[in-house]
């Protein structure tokens, strides 16, 4: 990690939230930059693991937009094909691997340039290229502004007569949050637009390599946060989604999380604003009056808990009790009775036992959260648990806790879904179901996915007013009023 501590800037003059004027341009439109030439290049980008990944996706295309590359859906058309990857399961990797030599094959067209980018290319960094020679770029979370740089390092090789050339990027920089460079947001529809509010992570939990692979923690410029949110509502967005690896411990100078959020609650257009994911450690009292008393800001919480006994957390190095994690539940629900609460579940750590198990099963009948992730414990090189702890929990024991885990919880989920049959609520319509035609799923204010059938007025982006009449563990049904 010493690239990190070395890496000084003077910082800027502290800024203060401006929430009554655009800072910068804003696009008219959601389409960033002129549009590319007919006959021009084309990207191909295939994107893996969470929504940060996806952001850095639609924040490089909009990079390769800008350089005159349109976006391809087919690999065989494609100049550039990009594989933008995920480092915290194991699987995840292989695929890329598997899906990387599949793609090398369109490297037999002249010009053709193969990256892998992301987590994962800062996770194995040299070592991709000892078992993918055929890749010419390997570009880590902090590498994009260099993207292009780097795709003309290797034409400029291969027109010397080098076709073995290949470029590696993975300094982790701990001053680079992108800012100024917009999205690709004609990508990704216009209900919900995605903001990066902070990159990296200080935590250090003894299984997560995440701050290995996107570095030290650090927040966007406020200024930029605004510029963003603006654009978005411009564009048509009803929806902004704040994303970070704990979000909720988000600072920038003087300005901290729950001044973030109620100042992107003033941008005009905009009619909810969500984040993922917090940290329990860093909800304050005024990140939950934010939430609480913003009438923008949504009022559900995406809380990871990972397990419920005091030894496994103190392994996992989490740095609460579950008692300290109870009381931030009961706070919350204080707050905002009617707050839907989902959670991240981890099975199967380096030296469970059964009775530790066993509190998590009763964590979740007390709790009762809306939903949960959940995992089985798999080992990621690097971690400290990797190096210090045996992963000495057997295959089929995580496997017979996972499913008395996932068990559980639908049985509340149901419980819970079962109990909104009656209520009216309001929806923000996202799209079509992929069931049917003739239905549109949209979200309730607390993340409740509802199904409606399709109908004058209902349509994506419309915020609809539904009761209730039918539910599953995963889906609400609903009628419009």
């Given at each position: 990690m010493?690239?990190?501590?070395?890496?000084?800037?003077?910082?800027?003059?502290?800024?203060?939230?401006?929430?009554?004027?655009?800072?910068?341009?804003?696009?008219?439109?959601?389409?960033?930059?002129?549009?590319?030439?007919?006959?021009g290049?084309?990207?191909?980008?295939?994107?893996?693991?969470?929504?940060?990944?996806?952001?850095?996706?639609?924040?490089?295309?909009?990079?390769?937009?800008?350089?005159?590359?349109?976006?391809?859906?087919?690999?065989?058309?494609?100049?550039?094909?990009?594989?933008?990857?995920?480092?915290?399961?194991?699987?995840?990797?292989?695929?890329?691997?598997?899906?990387?030599?599949?793609?090398?094959?369109?490297?037999a067209?002249?010009?053709?340039?193969?990256?892998?980018?992301?987590?994962?290319?800062?996770?194995?960094?040299?070592?991709?290229?000892?078992r993918?020679?055929?890749?010419?770029?390997?570009?880590?979370?902090?590498?994009?502004?260099?993207l292009?740089d780097?795709?003309?390092?290797?034409?400029?090789?291969?027109?010397?007569?080098?076709?073995?050339?290949?470029?590696?990027?993975?300094?982790?920089?701990?001053?680079?949050t992108?800012?100024?460079?917009?999205?690709?947001?004609?990508?990704?529809?216009?209900?919900?637009?995605?903001?990066?509010?902070?990159?990296?992570?200080?935590?250090?939990?003894?299984?997560?390599?995440?701050?290995?692979?996107?570095?030290?923690?650090?927040?966007?410029?406020?200024?930029?946060?605004?510029?963003?949110?603006?654009?978005?509502?411009?564009?048509?967005?009803?929806?902004?989604?704040?994303?970070?690896?704990t979000?909720?411990?988000?600072?920038?100078?003087?300005?901290?999380?729950?001044?973030?959020?109620?100042?992107?609650?003033?941008?005009?257009?905009?009619?909810?604003?969500?984040?993922?994911s917090?940290?329990?450690?860093?909800?304050?009292?005024?990140?939950?009056?934010?939430?609480?008393?913003?009438?923008?800001?949504?009022?559900?919480?995406?809380?990871?808990?990972?397990?419920?006994?005091?030894?496994?957390?103190?392994?996992?190095?989490?740095?609460?009790?579950?008692?300290?994690?109870?009381?931030?539940?009961?706070?919350?629900r204080?707050?905002?009775?009617?707050?839907?609460?989902?959670?991240?579940?981890?099975?199967?750590?380096?030296?469970?036992?059964?009775?530790?198990?066993?509190?998590?099963?009763?964590?979740?009948?007390?709790?009762?959260?809306?939903?949960?992730?959940?995992?089985?414990?798999?080992?990621?090189?690097?971690?400290?648990?990797?190096?210090?702890?045996?992963?000495?929990?057997?295959?089929?024991?995580?496997?017979?806790?996972?499913?008395?885990?996932?068990?559980?919880?639908?049985?509340?989920?149901?419980?819970?879904?079962?109990?909104?049959?009656?209520?009216?609520?309001?929806?923000?319509?996202?799209?079509?179901?992929?069931?049917?035609?003739?239905?549109?799923?949209?979200?309730?204010?607390?993340?409740?996915?509802?199904?409606?059938?399709?109908?004058?007025?209902?349509?994506?982006?419309?915020?609809?007013?539904?009761?209730?009449?039918?539910?599953?563990?995963?889906?609400?049904?609903?009628?419009?009023?």
């Amino acid at each position: 990690m010493s690239e990190l501590l070395q890496i000084r800037t003077r910082p800027a003059p502290a800024e203060r939230l401006d929430t009554s004027q655009t800072v910068g341009a804003v696009p008219s439109s959601p389409s960033a930059g002129p549009a590319p030439a007919a006959g021009g290049r084309l990207a191909y980008v295939e994107t893996y693991g969470c929504q940060m990944n996806v952001a850095d996706t639609d924040m490089v295309l909009g990079l390769l937009h800008r350089e005159g590359y349109a976006r391809t859906e087919d690999a065989a058309q494609a100049d550039l094909i990009l594989l933008n990857t995920c480092a915290v399961r194991e699987k995840a990797e292989e695929r890329v691997f598997q899906r990387a030599s599949m793609l090398a094959g369109h490297k037999a067209r002249p010009g053709v340039v193969l990256g892998i980018t992301g987590c994962m290319a800062e996770h194995l960094k040299d070592r991709i290229r000892a078992r993918a020679p055929y890749v010419d770029l390997v570009v880590g979370p902090d590498g994009y502004r260099r993207l292009l740089d780097h795709v003309r390092e290797v034409h400029d090789a291969r027109r010397a007569g080098d076709t073995g050339t290949a470029v590696e990027d993975t300094a982790l920089d701990r001053q680079e949050t992108y800012e100024g460079l917009d999205p690709a947001r004609e990508m990704t529809g216009g209900v919900t637009g995605q903001i990066t509010i902070q990159r990296g992570c200080d935590k250090f939990c003894t299984f997560c390599v995440v701050p290995y692979t996107r570095g030290r923690e650090r927040g966007t410029p406020p200024r930029e946060v605004l510029r963003q949110a603006r654009a978005l509502a411009a564009a048509g967005y009803r929806q902004v989604q704040l994303l970070g690896q704990t979000v909720n411990s988000y600072r920038h100078e003087d300005v901290g999380f729950a001044e973030l959020l109620r100042a992107v609650a003033t941008v005009d257009g905009l009619e909810r604003i969500r984040f993922t994911s917090p940290y329990p450690l860093d909800f304050s009292d005024d990140v939950i009056a934010a939430i609480a008393e913003t009438p923008k800001v949504c009022k559900h919480v995406h809380l990871p808990l990972q397990t419920a006994s005091d030894s496994v957390l103190a392994r996992m190095r989490r740095g609460y009790t579950y008692g300290q994690f109870r009381a931030l539940v009961h706070a919350l629900r204080a707050a905002m009775p009617d707050i839907a609460i989902t959670t991240d579940v981890l099975v199967g750590f380096c030296d469970e036992t059964e009775d530790e198990f066993r509190v998590l099963l009763d964590a979740l009948d007390e709790l009762r959260f809306e939903g949960a992730f959940t995992f089985a414990y798999s080992e990621r090189g690097g971690t400290t648990a990797a190096r210090k702890m045996p992963d000495n929990v057997s295959p089929a024991e995580k496997q017979r806790r996972l499913a008395q885990v996932i068990a559980r919880q639908q049985a509340i989920t149901s419980e819970i879904h079962a109990a909104q049959i009656g209520k009216r609520e309001r929806i923000l319509v996202e799209g079509p179901s992929r069931r049917s035609a003739h239905q549109l799923v949209g979200r309730t204010d607390t993340f409740r996915s509802v199904i409606v059938p399709a109908g004058p007025g209902v349509e994506a982006g419309a915020l609809v007013d539904v009761v209730i009449e039918r539910s599953t563990p995963a889906t609400l049904f609903g009628r419009v009023c």
